[in-house]
């Protein structure tokens, strides 16, 4: 029986563990993603030498 108990309690901690990230994803900002980049463009002061490098990386990766 104390067996049974276990096995049950893991079974709702897994449940509730799957729940809780799909609540999470679901009312995660994904509109926010962009903070590094967004950062790297307006508050890092690059070069123009930086910034060109910058864009060939970006379209390479885009």
Do not use: P, Y
């Not at 926010?32 to 790297?40: I, K, N, P, R």
């Not at 463009?41 to 060939?56: G, M, N, S, V, Y």
């Amino acid at each position: 029986m104390k067996t049974t108990h276990i096995v049950l309690a893991a079974l709702l901690a897994a449940l509730a563990g799957c729940l809780g990230a799909i609540a999470a994803d679901r009312w995660a900002n994904h509109e926010a993603g962009s903070g590094l980049h967004d950062f790297v463009h307006d508050e890092l002061t690059l070069t123009a030498d930086q910034e060109q490098r910058l864009d060939a990386l970006e379209a390479r990766f885009a």
